[in-house]
């Protein structure tokens, strides 16, 4: 074989591996969103849009954390994402309706103090395994370093927002007459939410960096 065709050939196996590769994280993607909506309605997939998006402004300000997952395949892998924890949060959201019927202070708390760090666990997990292509070695670690600092974050900056969601407030929203119930909340919170977490672990990253690194050392 010529040096021409062996080039040709290597070109041709990159090319399909990017293909599968591609391939399956749609197929991720559209399962995850039809699961999610299967569970949770509209609610999922709506979770899934919020996060692509989310990770859309990091990746322009560029603070984004996920190295590995850039461009349009960070954004498949974050609806991925998106869709299978906004099942976690509309669950979680559902239990603090159920044991605090009336809203006020203590659904407020409920959503503030349960749902966040559950919703923060379960977005952290799904999202290493989904961006580590389904291999969970090392979460232990990645919860270690930045569980804390992106429950913090979200309850800093989406506590009050958190709040006023579980109790009933959001941003009402009617088009020809069909009522969105809300779901622009869900969007816009989501949203922010990636931002806010994905800010937080490309600090710790960074910051995990310096510390290890040559000069810091010196």
């Known amino acids: 074989m010529s040096l021409e065709d062996e080039v040709n050939n ?21 399962a995850s969103g039809i699961f999610s909506y299967g569970m949770v309605g509209i609610s999922g997939p709506l ?24 461009g349009i ?22 239990l603090a309706s159920a044991y ?15 749902v966040n760090p559950i919703f923060t666990g379960a977005y952290m997990g799904i999202d290493y395994i989904v961006k580590n292509n389904f291999n969970p070695s090392g979460i232990i670690n990645h919860f270690s370093r930045n569980y804390l600092p992106v429950l913090k974050n979200s309850t800093l900056w989406l506590g009050l ?5 579980i ?18 909340s869900i969007v816009v919170a989501d949203m922010f ?3 806010v977490a994905g800010a937080a672990q490309s600090r710790t990253a960074a910051s995990s960096f310096q510390n290890y690194s040559p000069a810091a050392a010196h």
Request: aromatic content about 10%; cysteine-free.
């Open 167 to 184: 109790n009933g407030y959001g941003i009402p929203a009617t088009i020809s007459g069909l009522d969105l119930r809300g779901y622009p």
């Open 73 to 94: 395949e960070g954004l498949i892998k974050d609806f991925s994402v998106g869709s299978l924890t906004g099942i976690v949060g509309v669950w979680g959201y559902d």
């Open 161 to 165: 927002p958190v709040a006023l969601t």
């Open 47 to 70: 979770t899934g849009i919020a996060f692509a998006a989310g990770s859309a402004v990091l990746n322009a300000i560029g603070k984004n954390p996920d190295k590995k997952s850039k």
């Open 10 to 30: 290597r070109g041709g196996k990159k090319f399909i591996k990017k293909a599968l590769k591609a391939g399956f994280n749609l197929a991720v993607a559209a």
């Open 100 to 114: 605090f019927p009336t809203p006020g202070i203590s659904r407020a708390v409920a959503g503030v103090a349960a």
């Open 193 to 195: 939410y990636r931002i």
